[in-house]
């Protein structure tokens, strides 16, 4: 193996693209089964119920791209640290990369496209394409061909088109720019990047140091809504529009994910042959894949103890044919999966509190499930990819690696590019049910992954 895990790099690419595909479901009266939605915002009216127990398919989507950005935390950072690089100029490359993701949140949230108008016309198309194309001379990551002199201008030329883009927004659209108007999802995965990087950096000896924090994490989140000290921390936010310790309850799903980063680490350097054909391999990968609709149905049927006992019993011959490979991925894959059924039955043991699994509110349970199923999927795609090197996974891989243009492109290369060339209203036409919407959903979809796919394989990428 190597430090670059394709395995990795496509279960990013799957909760991009699963991402933008849940946001394209038809929503209106004859909708789809409600299972293919949020589970808290159930057909036909699709208002937000906190009763509704259960989770979905979509719910799965925000935790598996927060696992994947926590495993990549330990492969980035383990190369500065091997270069001799000092640990504050870590903190401070960390620092900036936050500030970057917290500004790249702001500024997406201003220019997408419905956010300046409720009816966009080519006009407002034009702009939000211009926005995205503004991006890049700042996030672009250069050619190593280019002169220190070039970069810095072209960084300087891309942070003064920003504001005027902005400003652009502000004077002729009347939509005054707020920092408190930002993505939150990006948000969100800027706090606990922040957070859990520099958590990484000072536990990167001690997988115990760091568990010790779940501990403080727990007492937080199960405190936070007396009177007492963990109130008042948990509300902690001189600037709220860029940090929240109410953000950091997804560090319950990033820490898992970076223990996987660290697992991929110690076997890096082991040779590892492709088999020519190993069953016991392919069939622990098949079985691992199985678990989670059969979890996810049992969890939002609400079977909970029925589909327990059956996770129980397939992890246990999970785990029988995971011992009968002669891989020699076998380790890491055994470190893998055992954690995987660690955080799962663990939050399955949780499932009961707070009512049930949910993701809004997120309860304990979810964080716990959902990181336990990331690491099954991480374990069967590592298989997969990494040690039979299918090719068939691409377009996750290479949207997996280019997130911030699979991100930005969501809202402002896509939807521009369709309202310009009148092919978006053309699709409106073929939509005559739900599932057409989904079929539609499904074309938008693959569209923005081949788009990507391009960019990344003539290596332009974004990175923040």
């Given amino acids: 193996m190597t430090n670059r895990s394709y395995g990795l790099d496509a279960l990013r690419g799957f909760a991009i693209l699963t991402m933008f595909l849940s946001g394209l479901l038809p929503f209106y009266k004859n909708t789809l089964p409600a299972w293919m939605y949020h589970a808290q915002v159930p057909p036909p009216l699709h208002k937000f119920n906190p009763e509704v127990f259960g989770i979905t398919w979509v719910d799965l989507v925000f935790p598996f791209f927060i696992f994947a950005m926590g495993a990549a935390i330990p492969l980035a950072l383990r190369k500065q ?19 970057l ?12 496209p419905y956010a300046i108008s409720p009816e966009p016309d080519l006009h407002v198309w034009m702009i939000a394409l211009i926005g995205f194309i503004a991006i890049f001379p700042v996030l672009l990551r250069m050619p190593r061909s280019f002169s220190t002199g070039s970069v810095r201008y072209i960084r300087i030329a891309g942070y003064l088109l920003i504001p005027a883009i902005i400003l652009y927004i502000q004077l002729v659209f009347k939509k005054p720019f707020s920092l408190y108007k930002s993505d939150i999802i990006i948000l969100v995965l800027s706090n606990i990047y922040l957070v859990g990087s520099i958590l990484w950096l000072f536990t990167r000896k001690s997988n115990l140091l760091r568990f010790s924090v779940f501990g403080i994490l727990i007492a937080l989140r199960l405190g936070h809504e007396s009177s007492g000290i963990a109130n008042l921390i948990w509300n902690i936010s001189p600037f709220p529009w860029l940090f929240k310790i109410y953000f950091l309850q997804y560090l319950f799903i990033l820490i898992p994910g970076t223990i996987a980063g660290d697992m991929i680490l110690k076997y890096s350097e082991v040779k590892i042959d492709k088999p020519k054909s190993d069953k016991w391999l392919i069939l622990f990968a098949t079985l691992t894949i ?8 049992g969890l939002f049927t609400r079977e909970v103890v029925t589909i327990t006992l059956v996770a129980i019993g397939m992890s246990a011959m999970a785990y029988y044919l995971l011992r009968k490979s002669a891989s020699g991925a076998k380790s890491l894959l055994t470190s893998m999966f055992a954690s995987g059924v660690f955080f799962l039955f663990l939050g399955l043991l949780f499932e009961s509190y707070e009512g049930g699994i949910r993701k809004d509110h997120a309860t304990m349970s979810y964080y716990f499930v959902t990181s336990g199923l990331a690491f099954y999927t991480l374990s069967a795609l590592i298989i997969i990819i990494d040690i039979y090197g299918k ?23 896509i939807p521009p590019l369709l309202g310009i060339t009148g092919v978006g209203s053309l699709l409106d036409m073929i939509v005559i049910s739900p599932w057409m919407g989904f079929v539609k959903g499904l074309f938008i979809t693959l569209l923005l992954a081949v788009i990507v796919n391009i960019f990344t394989k003539r290596k332009i990428f974004l990175r923040a």
């Fill in 101 to 112: 993701l917290a500004g790249f949140a702001i500024y997406i949230q201003h220019i997408k």
């Fill in 81 to 99: 640290i091997e270069n001799g690089t000092p640990v504050f100029k870590i903190i401070l490359k960390i620092v900036e990369r936050f500030l």
């Fill in 391 to 413: 090719k068939w996974l691409n377009l996750f891989v290479t949207n997996g690696q280019n997130p911030m243009i699979a991100y930005a492109g969501i809202s402002n290369l």
């Fill in 290 to 297: 199985i678990h989670i609709p059969l979890l996810l149905y």
